[in-house]
């Protein structure tokens, strides 16, 4: 090497042996509350725990998840998650009922491969129309598919009630069927699922719906295929709501009608993406946190000091008026969602011992 010895360049280079500590000391967060989640909770959980806390938890964090790939990274709007709920849990049915040996988790594959076709018919409006246009064009796919599953019984298995059942767990000969072992199938689903979206999000193609989402003329000026992202977009989106349908009827409720997946369970789903917040992965899970959890401690404190004061009935309004309230509340103290006061805090408390 002649000449002079080059300058070193603050932030273009960083020596490779600092990199491992910092990654080590991200990462030590992530191992804990997946340690906690894997073996700290199965072993401790109850039943009531795992049947009505953690596993509608989880289903609602994914149904989320796929809302919010839609509309939190690519802009569109959508009011038929529910229907596309409904089509990967009924066509995982008829998968495990009309093909003998075919494994659950192939099933359920299928069944969200379904959804994601379905979701992509109705999608195709979205070329030309978007914003309030394009929620009346969903919303048209959540009517649709209520109806088929009701008026064609053979999706039912030609149920009188139009009911399904769910099947065995069975993975791998190991059965699924213990609320502890719903709870860890759900877990996993959700769990690989979400460590697709987020390389999926961070990938050249998350890149091209986040484009799509902030200015889409621009996007088409760079070069950036609008159909393409679009499409796969509203595919990959109901594919995830597919798949939570699927647990959602089997590992949660154990058995479904076409009317348990509703206009309100959309507006449910739409409500954990906005809550959450939009366009962030951990937003779908601090807004299912949201919707699962303060019901369950609005009815607990509700039942500790309201008994015999307010009337049963009007203390259960009353929890619906409380709930309400604190959703708007929430939306208009921070329209970002809980993921932006979460990061918020972490940003304290990073800065806090440089502060004092």
Not at 39 to 50: E, I, R, W
Not at 119 to 139: C, E, N
Not at 199 to 220: E, H, I, K, P, Y
Request: net charge positive.
């Amino acid at each position: 090497m002649t000449g002079r010895q080059q300058p070193l360049m603050f932030g273009t280079y960083r020596p490779s042996g600092l990199l491992a500590p910092r990654t080590l000391v991200r990462a030590v967060p992530r191992l804990a509350l997946f340690a906690l989640a894997f073996v700290v909770v199965p072993l401790v959980g109850n039943d009531y725990l795992f049947s009505a806390v953690l596993i509608p938890f989880l289903v609602l964090s994914l149904a989320g998840l796929g809302l919010n790939i839609l509309t939190g990274y690519t802009g569109q709007l959508s009011l038929g998650s529910a229907a596309f709920m409904a089509v990967g849990a009924f066509a995982t049915y008829n998968f495990q009922l009309r093909v003998p040996g075919l494994p659950l988790l192939v099933s359920m594959a299928l069944g969200g491969l379904c959804a994601s076709l379905v979701g992509v018919a109705f999608g195709l409006p979205s070329l030309r129309i978007k914003g309030f246009y394009l929620i009346v064009s969903t919303l048209a796919a959540q009517f649709f598919v209520e109806w088929t599953l009701t008026k064609f019984s053979w999706f039912s298995n030609n149920s009188s009630s139009g009911v399904i059942t769910a099947p065995r767990l069975l993975v791998l000969g190991r059965d699924f069927g213990s609320p502890s072992g719903r709870y860890l199938l759900t877990l996993v689903i959700v769990s690989v699922l979400t460590i697709i979206a987020a390389n999926l999000v961070r990938s050249q193609t998350g890149r091209n719906w986040m484009a799509v989402r902030d200015m889409d003329v621009a996007a088409r000026v760079i070069g950036i295929p609008i159909l393409r992202a679009k499409v796969q977009a509203f595919a990959v989106s109901s594919f995830y709501c597919g798949v939570a349908g699927a647990l959602w009827a089997f590992a949660y409720l154990g058995t479904v009608e076409p009317h348990g997946f509703d206009l309100d369970r959309s507006f449910q789903i739409l409500f954990i993406v906005i809550i959450g917040g939009l366009g962030s992965l951990s937003g779908a899970f601090w807004g299912a946190a949201f919707i699962v959890l303060l019901p369950i401690l609005l009815g607990n404190l509700a039942s500790n000091f309201l008994v015999g004061i307010v009337e049963p009935g009007h203390v259960e309004n009353l929890q619906k008026i409380v709930f309400g309230s604190l959703i708007v509340f929430f939306l208009v103290k921070e329209p970002e969602g809980i993921a932006r006061l979460v990061r918020s805090a972490r940003q304290r408390i990073s800065l806090w011992p440089l502060e004092h």
